[in-house]
C-alpha cells in the first residue's frame, strides 16, 4: 500500500505564504493524479489542485487559482506553493492520489490513497 507524506504546513498571517510537499513511497499508474483536499471541522473535504504523472495537467479550485501553484518536483513528489493566504484557507489539508475525477467533479471517494495531513493556519 503506497505511502503519502506531507510537510510544510504551519502558521502564518494573512497575506503570508506556505509551501506544502508530498512524498508517495511508490510511483502510481499514470492516470492517475495527485495532488491536496482540504477539510474544516465538520465540513466534507474539498479539492483544492491536482497534477497529472507527466506535470503537464493541472487543476486548481476557483479559490486556488491565481494565488495556489502546484508543481511537481520528482516523479513521486508534488509542491503546493500557496500565496497571498486568507484566514479562509485555514484548514487541515490532505495529500492525495487517485483518478481525475476526485478533483475535477469534486470527489473525494474517488481518491484511492490519502496522506495524513498537515495544519495550516492562517491568522489575521
Known amino acids: 500500500q503506497a505511502q503519502l507524506v506531507e510537510s510544510g504546513g504551519g502558521s502564518v498571517e494573512a497575506g503570508g505564504s506556505l509551501r506544502l510537499s508530498c512524498v508517495a513511497s511508490?510511483?502510481?499508474?499514470?492516470?492517475?493524479?495527485t495532488g491536496w483536499f482540504r477539510q474544516v471541522p465538520g465540513e466534507g473535504r474539498e479539492p483544492v489542485a491536482a497534477?497529472?504523472?507527466?506535470?503537464?495537467?493541472t487543476y486548481r479550485a476557483n479559490f486556488a487559482r491565481g494565488r495556489f501553484t502546484i508543481s511537481r518536483s520528482s516523479a513521486n513528489a508534488i509542491d503546493l506553493q500557496m500565496d497571498s493566504l486568507k484566514p479562509d484557507d485555514t484548514a487541515m489539508y490532505y495529500c492525495?492520489?487517485?483518478?481525475?475525477?476526485?478533483?475535477?467533479?469534486?470527489?473525494?471517494?474517488?481518491?484511492?490513497?490519502w496522506g495524513q495531513g498537515t495544519q495550516v493556519t492562517v491568522s489575521t
Open positions: 492525495a492520489a487517485g483518478l481525475p475525477d476526485a478533483w475535477m467533479n469534486k470527489r473525494p471517494e474517488a481518491v484511492n490513497y
Open positions: 511508490e510511483s502510481f499508474p499514470r492516470n492517475y493524479y
Open positions: 497534477i497529472n504523472s507527466g506535470g503537464g495537467a
